[in-house]
Every structure is written in C-alpha cells, then in structure tokens.
C-alpha cells in the first residue's frame, strides 16, 4: 500500500449512505461497494485499479482539495 497515494474521506451525513469505487480501464466497472450509517467514517484510497468513486446519499467528503458535501439540497 502505497501511504502517499491520494485518498478521501467520507463521513455518512444519514444513514444508507452508499458508496460505489469504479476500477481503471478500457471498460469502467464497478469494483467494490459500502454502505455506510450516520456517522461513519470511510477512508478512500485511489489506486493504480481504483480510478473514482460514487457516493450516494448525504455525506461530507474531506480530501487534499477540500471539503464538500454529497446528496439532496447541498
């Protein structure tokens, strides 16, 4: 694991907060999916198979750019 690789930082805003990371490739897929409940904390981590993320649902998102918020009236 490469420590100095990018990464992010989701906190569920609501509970069910769904969070979906998309693999690298010819073909963009879906590579792994969590939920998470108000409260919880995930950490992300871009890597040479991980290219993005989806979130769904209300959530704060904390990475080396900034800080902003997912979902419906944001």
Do not use: C, P, Y
Not at 23 to 38: A, P, V, Y
């Amino acid at each position: 694991m490469d420590v100095d690789a990018d990464f992010v930082m989701v906190k569920a805003l609501e509970d069910g907060v769904t969070i979906i990371g998309l693999t690298r490739g010819k073909e963009t897929r879906f590579s792994h999916t969590e939920k998470l409940d108000k409260g919880e904390v995930l950490a992300a981590q871009f890597t040479e198979n991980t290219s993005a993320i989806k979130i769904r649902g209300r959530a704060e998102i904390k990475s080396k750019h900034g800080t902003m918020k997912s979902g419906k009236d944001m």
